[in-house]
């Protein structure tokens, strides 16, 4: 187990020591996640300059998210086994150095190969840092630290298509890659200086059978739920079959875990209430919440005709809006709990989102940019103090668990969320055969000189419309989920207890 030095008792502010560890972990979580969006602005490049097509290029985003799903469910058990300050390390060598080996790919099979390399290290710094950081701050402190390293989960998705857009243009598709180089080793550099020296002990037996079941089950999964866009039903072979098998093998490891005393995920966290309203209302929100992320760029850009830099910059005010309140919410949530700010939240993400269902190829650009503000404002007081809800009464043993549990239920609804979202909208364009015809012009399958101008014009309404419904179910989604968010804690949560029987109480509510 690794050893942190515990915060001063009676301390509620983020010392230099927590904000140097939070520095770190941010500088690494920053890599792992602008990386999933600055690729996927890459793949039409990536069609040309290897000649492939789209399904063959589309692996590079799928090997990196079934990579992350592998790796995910056994980062709990090898932090506690051995200290994660040094796999922390080995995380950044092997998103770095996989990185590096993309930067060089000469076919689309080398480059599929690379990124699940990439992967790998990428699925384990995310769980790894919150560990980390949960540690260096203890219990009082954990929703200001979750605030820290909500800007990358949040601020991801709208930097990655501006970055990945502008190194596109700006240099080669190689730069992509290679700009994690250097970022990588001056994050090794400073984890080695800074990062809480391990003193590992003997740990629990590894969980061997448990990982033959999670792992393959979760990125089979996975794998099915993210081929529902390309196939555009889930009634596909693709589909269906990985994704039956996979459930099968996760079902059969809760059956395994429920049985087993040491589990590679310990079932047993979720006795903690806080812990089992806390991925209820994760869940929900991450589906809704990613599923629509998706849509803003590609509605800037197919039906107001953007470019890929301009479609990142109007996504801008969403992230001001985070930026706002993300630091204010941390603070709160270790103050007042998390319920009182998670609930007002989401009616700012569901206010904003509203006005995205009414949208047409002329809609103001002030209105919208004030509702990507107002949603932002929402997101900045959401994902993290749900977070914090769900490790702030852990152990100190229990924490690297429940990070990996939260990662792997996140990576889950974000998938579903991304497949539900692309499915509903693809289906809409296809029912209509004008939206059909803009949609094949604007992703240049189709000269617009070749299609009637009425038909455009028809099209880019009938398109815009579609978005428009899409978003609405996002917007029911989130309404949803307001239910469990009710029973998030509306008061300061309790430091969590020294014994896991103690932990597993259930915090008292209003």
Not at 20 to 25: D, I, L, M, W
Not at 100 to 105: F, G, K, P, Q
Not at 202 to 216: H, I, K, N
Not at 448 to 456: F, S, Y
Request: proline share 6%.
């Amino acid at each position: 187990m690794t050893t942190q030095a515990a915060p001063a008792a009676g301390s509620d502010k983020l010392d230099s020591g927590v904000l140097k560890v939070a520095g770190v972990v941010v500088l690494g979580a920053i890599m792992s996640i602008l990386d999933i969006t600055v690729v996927s602005v890459a793949l039409p490049t990536f069609q040309r300059e290897f000649n492939a097509s789209y399904a063959d290029v589309a692996w590079t985003m799928t090997a990196y998210t079934l990579a992350l799903a592998t790796v995910i469910p056994i980062t709990g058990w090898a932090a506690d086994r051995f200290g994660t300050k040094r796999l922390y390390l080995l995380s950044l060598v092997l998103f770095v150095g996989g990185s590096a080996l993309c930067s060089v790919a000469w076919d689309i099979g080398p480059l599929i190969v690379f990124r699940a390399l990439q992967g790998l290290g990428g699925g384990m710094l995310m769980p790894l840092g919150m560990t980390i950081m949960t540690r260096a701050a203890g219990p009082d402190r954990v929703g200001r630290v979750m605030a820290v390293l909500g800007v990358p989960m949040l601020l991801g998705p709208i930097g990655g298509p501006i970055l990945g857009g502008w190194l596109v243009d700006a240099a080669s598709w190689h730069w992509i890659f290679l700009i994690n180089v250097p970022i990588g080793i001056v994050a090794f550099a400073l984890s080695m200086r800074i990062l809480p020296k391990d003193q590992p002990q003997p740990s629990e037996s590894f969980d061997f059978l448990g990982m033959l079941l999670l792992s393959p089950g979760l990125a089979l999964f996975l794998f099915g739920v993210s081929s529902i866009p390309e196939k555009g039903t889930v009634a596909a072979t693709r589909v269906l079959l990985p994704a039956i098998v996979g459930l099968v093998l996760l079902i059969a490891f809760v059956l395994h875990a429920l049985r087993k005393q040491h589990a590679l995920i310990d079932l047993g966290l979720f006795k903690n209430r806080n812990l089992t309203v806390s991925t209820v209302t994760l869940t929900l929100f991450t589906v809704a919440f990613m599923g629509a992320m998706l849509l803003f760029p590609s509605y800037f850009l197919q039906v107001r005709g953007e470019t890929t830099l301009t479609a990142g910059l109007l996504l801008a005010p969403q992230g001001i809006g985070a930026m706002v309140t993300m630091p204010v919410a941390g603070r709160l949530t270790d103050k007042i709990g998390p319920g009182k700010l998670v609930l007002p939240g989401l009616v700012l993400i569901a206010l904003g989102m509203a006005t995205f269902t009414q949208v047409t190829p002329e809609s103001s650009y002030p209105l919208l940019l004030g509702s990507l503000f107002v949603s932002g404002l929402g997101m900045g007081m959401t994902m993290m103090p749900i977070m914090s809800a769900a490790l702030a009464s852990l152990t100190h043993q229990q924490v690297a668990r429940g990070s990996t549990m939260m990662n792997i239920v996140q990576q889950t609804a974000g998938s579903i969320g991304t497949a539900v979202m692309s499915v509903i909208l693809t289906n809409q364009v296809l029912d209509s055969p004008e939206a059909s015809a803009y949609s094949a012009v604007t992703q240049g399958r189709v000269q617009a000189a070749d299609v009637p101008p009425e038909v455009l014009t028809a099209g880019q309404s009938s398109l815009a419309g579609a978005f428009g419904n899409t978003w609405l179910v996002a917007v029911v989604l989130l309404a949803l989920c307001l239910v469990p968010a009710l029973f998030l804690p509306r008061r300061r949560i309790e430091k969590a207890a020294d014994s896991p029987e103690e932990a597993l109480v259930p915090v008292g509510m209003h």
